[in-house]
């Protein structure tokens, strides 16, 4: 009982001391951002001073630089660096796993407090560890998706510029300027690159590196050919948005057709967790030795692991690529 209470102290006041600086240093932060970015945008075309400085990459530091730069010699810091890149989020890889290390613990030992089977804390803390991973990869999902929504638009920007009679570098900086994130700043990113000496074909290979998309490698393909061989490259430009497009709207009938088994599925997946609900609810008796016999714990690790493999079954089977 007294761990318990340790426990509920911290975490009480960790999260009123959280709510209590949000307010009183929240307002203040988000001003000074909002000045700051306010004056780059000012002063962007004015000389400054050091400015030889500027153009090199500092690597963003950690909560903790010696630990960050231990995780970004092995491969599964290099991994996850991209995964942040990738996902557009603003933090390192040391501070994720700091974070999903504090979460396993702080989970683990609420799950031992607090319930009553053992095997349910090990599976809590496995969760909540992996939770900060899960979470870049939705993000990484979603930025890559308005990424693709939004390529075409990039296309037809830069070939209305080449058209214009603009080098593809000035229409590479023109594009980043007009579009929104996530394609603007990744296009000016690639921009910046070039501009301050990397070759051309090292700065579309990376952007290709950071977007793992398909439309973006044709991309890439296509405008380093057109400068070894030539030939029209606002035509092609026009042509690449014209397929991107088509595979958008071959893509949504897809999607389209496939509805039914995506739903089917879906009901598959909550029939048996609402039946156990219901059947709690209306005969607890019946249900409780699924929940206090050991044959009843094999039972339903058993199902929730075919559940699993259900679910991912039936996603693959209605999965078409286009």
């Known amino acids: 009982m007294l761990l318990a209470a340790f426990v509920f102290i911290i975490v009480t006041g960790l999260i009123i001391g959280g709510g209590y600086a949000a307010v009183v240093y929240g307002p203040a932060a988000m001003a000074r951002r909002s000045l700051d970015r306010r004056l780059r945008e000012v002063s962007a075309n004015e000389p400054e001073a050091g400015a030889q400085d500027s153009v090199v990459r500092r690597a963003v530091e950690g909560p903790l630089p010696e630990f960050e ?135 579309l290979d990376q952007l290709a590196a950071r977007v793992p998309i398909l439309d973006v490698r044709f991309f890439v393909t296509a405008v380093l050919i057109q400068r070894d061989s030539g030939g029209n490259l606002a035509e092609i430009l026009d042509n690449l948005a014209h397929v991107v497009r088509e595979r958008f709207k071959i893509h949504r009938q897809v999607r389209v057709h496939t509805a039914h088994g995506r739903f089917t599925g879906y009901v598959l997946l909550a029939l048996p967790a609402g039946l156990a609900v219901a059947l709690s609810i209306i005969n607890p008796d019946h249900m409780a030795p699924l929940f206090r016999e050991h044959l009843g714990h094999i039972m339903l690790t058993t199902v929730l692991v075919m559940q699993v493999v259900g679910y991912f079954w039936i996603r693959q089977v209605i999965k078409i690529e286009v």
């Open 69 to 203: 730069r231990f995780v970004m010699r092995t491969r599964a810091g290099s991994w996850l660096a991209s995964l942040i890149e990738q996902s557009g989020t603003r933090t390192t890889p040391g501070a994720i796993l700091l974070f999903s290390l504090l979460a396993a613990t702080v989970c683990g030992l609420l799950s031992v407090l607090f319930v009553r089977y053992a095997y349910i804390a090990p599976l809590v803390a496995i969760g909540a560890g992996l939770a900060p991973f899960g979470w870049l990869r939705h993000r990484r999902t979603v930025r890559l998706k308005q990424f693709e929504e939004q390529f075409p638009e990039a296309l037809d920007v830069l070939s209305r510029a080449v058209r214009a009679g603009h080098a593809f570098q000035t229409a590479l900086g023109m594009a980043a300027d007009e579009l929104p994130p996530p394609v603007g700043p990744e296009m000016k990113k690639a921009f910046e690159q070039q501009n301050f000496g990397l070759p051309l074909r090292d700065a």
